[in-house]
């Protein structure tokens, strides 16, 4: 028994970690002596729909797929996608039937994740952009988000051990806690302590909004610091906000007045796209939590779309294994995979497992993923609305 509600990377890996009916069709199936050999595809849209999603959770579901007797082809993690498959699993059902639950909630959570990411990242294209958004989901997920927002185009993110299993370090300075623990009217006292006790190469940001106005805190700070201040992070509660534009002004300008331009001033607290575009021009970074972390799944289905290489399919489906392309003007369109794509178009699935050998790497290879999200991203000049 697990001491926490986490089902186990054990149970993931052999299936146990399914829908109670896969378990039942198996049975079925096996009582039957019957064991098609089947192509399936996992779609959100059946045809393309003009709105464009970033496809990331590939990693996991290909190391959920690696190792069975099937052949997949997946587009490249990182990848923009819309209508048509993104995974493409070729073998006998039984193979992996009771994989389908969990292959779409890795698929599902981390495309919503870093769609959402990429909102953010066009909307901020030269501030720097932090994750937040740990503390809302369950712990078991939180590699999931903060991997997902790297692949949006995030440059960091803050949760620990999501970064151990990641290959990243986390970043982060202060909550407002740690003020509070040295009682009101000695903010100084926890600048000076975090100075003082915190590795050299973490950046001073001291969090400048706890008890007073945001433009007397960040004076203050600048005194108790001095050259040792890097930046300073408002997260102003939204009671308390007002023009939240005006307020960062104020304090640039009284940082600019006192000679501290130099130090950096970054914003948090409940932001979104439109936000860090009202606000990019005036600050160094943000930080965001729910608008990532928060982003509901990508409503992916698995269906069976040949059986035996005959077209087949539940009505509303459309069957037959199937290719996706981005044409020479920059749509999405999707055909028969044995038949011609649209002239000029470029495929956009590739092979990543052989006979359950992974034979690519680089689809889902984090640095890669966030290069092919941004690069789509500005093929398509992807929310660029705004
Ligand atoms: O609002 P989100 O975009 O989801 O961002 C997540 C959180 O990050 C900030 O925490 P901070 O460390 O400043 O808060 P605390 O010290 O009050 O816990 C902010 O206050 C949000 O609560």
Redesign the pocket.
């Given at each position: 028994m697990s001491e926490f509600d986490i089902v186990d990377a054990e149970a993931v890996r052999s299936g146990r970690a399914t829908d109670a009916y896969f378990d039942r069709t198996a049975t079925a199936l096996e009582g039957a002596g019957r064991n098609p050999r089947v192509v399936a595809e996992v779609t959100a849209d059946q045809f393309p729909t003009g709105e464009f999603e970033l496809l990331a959770g590939v990693k996991d579901a290909v190391a959920l797929l690696s190792g069975r007797d099937v052949d997949v082809h997946a587009i490249p993690e990182g990848r923009l996608f819309d209508g048509g498959p993104v995974m493409r699993i070729e073998g006998e059902y039984l193979e992996f039937a009771r994989l389908e639950t969990s292959l779409l909630g890795f698929l599902s959570h981390a495309s919503a994740i870093a769609t959402a990411a990429l909102d953010c990242r066009v909307a901020a294209p030269d501030s720097q952009v932090l994750s937040?958004?740990a503390?809302?989901v369950h712990p078991a997920m939180t590699a999931a988000v903060e991997r997902s927002a790297l692949v949006g185009g995030f440059d960091g993110f803050s949760h620990v051990a999501a970064g151990e299993l990641i290959g990243r370090e986390a970043s982060g300075t202060m909550?407002?806690?740690l003020s509070i623990c040295f009682g009101r009217g000695e903010q100084e006292a926890a600048w000076r302590a975090f100075d003082e006790a915190v590795d050299e190469s973490v950046p001073r940001i001291a969090?400048c909004d706890t008890y007073s106005d945001e433009v007397d805190e960040v004076l203050r700070a600048v005194d108790a610091l001095g050259d040792r201040l890097d930046g300073v992070?408002l997260?102003t509660t939204g009671s308390r906000r007002g023009d939240f534009r005006h307020i960062v002004r104020e304090v640039n300008w009284e940082l600019g007045a006192r000679g501290h331009d130099d130090v950096a001033v970054y914003v948090?607290?409940?932001?979104g796209p439109a936000d860090l575009r009202r606000l990019r021009d005036v600050v160094d970074g943000f930080?965001?939590?729910?608008?990532v972390?928060n982003a509901d799944p990508v409503d992916f289905a698995l269906d069976v779309v040949a059986v035996e290489d005959e077209p087949a399919a539940k009505r509303g489906k459309l069957s037959g294994a199937k290719a996706v392309y981005r044409t020479a003007e920059g749509d999405h369109a999707v055909g028969l995979a044995d038949r011609d794509g649209p002239a000029g178009a470029e495929p956009l699935m590739e092979p990543v497992i052989r006979g359950g050998e992974v034979v690519a790497d680089d689809a889902f290879a984090l640095d890669a993923a966030t290069e092919r999200a941004l690069a789509d991203a500005e093929r398509v000049g992807y929310g660029s609305e705004g």
């Open positions: 937040f958004g503390r809302h909550p407002h806690a969090l992070r997260d948090s607290g409940g932001l930080g965001v939590g729910g608008y972390s």
